[in-house]
């Protein structure tokens, strides 16, 4: 029997719809070679915002782009007959194609295209603290609380945010270590924010008068990038075991080589140079300890009567065993703080 029946047509290609996404942490124009190719390869480069900052360099690499996005259907549409269509949806995406795309696609009643998400950029590690810098200036220009902080108004707010970064971590809570760390580097950029404005009338903490007049030319101006990069050197310098030639086998080899290339940089008279009297005594006490081992300073501790006496020779004690007296001393207050919960019949705390 001869079969008369017609072969059956292949299926016609569907498309593909390619989402182009972009950093805009990374610089426009910077763009992987995959992207590259996919957009010069494309029968239509659709974009919604005329004043996306990738177009300039599309323009100037030949890419023609359409200003509109279509809907879900009208897209599907598009890539009819095997044709790529890329999208280069807008900082904060497109959520209502997206949204179409997906219920088409669960519809089951379309021949979907290939719908395929191409990073043109990717973020490098450290990238959202450029989100942090960008939200700190916003935040200072159009604050009223924050417009007006000075260092010496916010000096506190450092010294509070560093003991707590301390407890989190005593505590073991690696939430509350995130968050906490969170707030010490708001610290650092909200500081190095205000340095910015330099110093009002050359005097640090000036406020202004009541006309907003600073009195003065501002002063001594720096920005985050001159803080990070003075550090990047410090770094740098002080790890030559790292990045020179040097060579460090153990951590007391990198303490020695840390503690001599501190002394060239800073000059100092005296090994007491630079350590703030301002805090806690038992730190303060083991510093100074620290500083005449470590230094070679032939001194004996000062003989009197009193509990400061005391306390001075248990710290220098601490130090050289190598125990940080004061987290010492609020573990054992801790273990007290719980005993006289006990008494008292209270839970105890969970920090």
Same mark, same amino acid.
């Given at each position: 029997?001869?079969? @008369?029946?017609?072969?059956?047509?292949?299926?016609?290609?569907?498309?593909?719809?390619?989402?182009?996404?972009?950093?805009?942490?990374?610089?426009?124009?910077?763009?992987?070679?995959?992207?590259?190719?996919?957009? @010069?390869?494309?029968?239509?480069?659709?974009?919604?915002?005329?004043?996306?900052? *990738?177009?300039?360099?599309?323009?100037?690499?030949?890419?023609?782009?359409?200003?509109?996005?279509?809907?879900?259907?009208?897209?599907?549409?598009?890539?009819?007959?095997?044709?790529?269509?890329?999208?280069?949806?807008?900082?904060?995406?497109? *959520?209502?194609?997206?949204?179409?795309?997906?219920?088409?696609?669960?519809?089951?009643?379309?021949?979907?295209?290939?719908?395929?998400?191409?990073?043109?950029?990717?973020?490098?590690?450290?990238?959202?603290?450029?989100?942090?810098? *960008?939200?700190?200036?916003?935040?200072?220009?159009?604050?009223?609380?924050?417009?007006?902080?000075?260092?010496?108004?916010?000096?506190?707010? %450092?010294?509070?945010?560093?003991?707590?970064? /301390?407890?989190?971590?005593?505590?073991?809570?690696?939430?509350?270590?995130?968050?906490?760390?969170?707030? /010490?580097?708001?610290? /650092?950029?909200?500081?190095?924010?205000?340095?910015?404005?330099?110093?009002?009338?050359?005097?640090?903490?000036?406020?202004?008068?009541?006309?907003?007049?600073?009195?003065?030319?501002?002063?001594?101006?720096?920005?985050?990038?001159?803080?990070?990069?003075?550090?990047?050197?410090?770094?740098?310098?002080?790890?030559?075991?790292?990045?020179?030639?040097?060579?460090?086998?153990?951590?007391?080899?990198? @303490?020695?080589?840390?503690?001599?290339?501190?002394?060239?940089?800073?000059?100092?008279?005296?090994?007491?140079?630079?350590?703030?009297?301002? *805090?806690?005594?038992? %730190?303060?006490?083991?510093?100074?300890?620290?500083?005449?081992?470590?230094?070679?300073?032939?001194?004996?501790?000062?003989?009197?009567?009193?509990?400061?006496?005391?306390?001075?020779?248990?710290?220098?004690?601490?130090?050289?065993?190598?125990?940080?007296?004061?987290?010492?001393?609020?573990?054992?207050?801790?273990?007290?703080?719980?005993?006289?919960?006990?008494?008292?019949?209270?839970?105890?705390?969970?920090?």
């Amino acid at each position: 029997m001869t079969d @008369h029946s017609q072969p059956t047509a292949a299926p016609e290609p569907t498309g593909r719809i390619v989402l182009l996404t972009t950093s805009h942490r990374v610089a426009p124009g910077v763009l992987s070679w995959p992207a590259w190719q996919t957009l @010069h390869a494309a029968d239509r480069v659709l974009c919604a915002d005329p004043g996306h900052p *990738q177009l300039p360099y599309l323009r100037e690499a030949g890419v023609e782009v359409e200003y509109t996005v279509p809907d879900a259907h009208e897209l599907v549409d598009a890539c009819a007959g095997g044709r790529t269509v890329v999208v280069l949806p807008a900082g904060e995406g497109d *959520q209502r194609l997206t949204d179409g795309l997906a219920r088409l696609a669960g519809s089951g009643r379309v021949s979907m295209p290939d719908l395929e998400l191409l990073p043109g950029s990717y973020d490098l590690p450290g990238a959202r603290l450029l989100d942090l810098v *960008q939200v700190m200036d916003r935040v200072r220009r159009e604050c009223p609380w924050t417009s007006r902080q000075t260092h010496r108004g916010l000096a506190k707010y %450092a010294i509070e945010e560093a003991y707590e970064l /301390v407890e989190a971590i005593e505590d073991g809570d690696r939430e509350e270590l995130r968050e906490e760390l969170g707030d /010490v580097l708001l610290q /650092v950029v909200f500081h190095a924010r205000i340095a910015e404005e330099g110093i009002p009338g050359g005097e640090d903490g000036a406020e202004d008068d009541e006309d907003g007049d600073t009195g003065g030319e501002a002063l001594g101006a720096f920005s985050i990038d001159d803080v990070a990069g003075a550090l990047v050197r410090k770094l740098i310098h002080r790890h030559p075991h790292v990045f020179g030639d040097a060579e460090a086998e153990t951590p007391e080899d990198v @303490h020695a080589h840390w503690q001599r290339t501190k002394a060239v940089e800073k000059q100092r008279e005296s090994v007491t140079d630079g350590i703030p009297v301002g *805090q806690p005594g038992l %730190a303060l006490a083991a510093k100074l300890a620290g500083r005449a081992r470590t230094g070679g300073v032939a001194v004996e501790l000062p003989r009197g009567d009193g509990i400061g006496y005391e306390l001075l020779r248990l710290a220098a004690r601490a130090e050289a065993e190598g125990v940080d007296p004061e987290t010492a001393l609020r573990a054992a207050a801790r273990v007290y703080r719980d005993a006289i919960r006990a008494a008292e019949g209270v839970a105890a705390t969970t920090s």
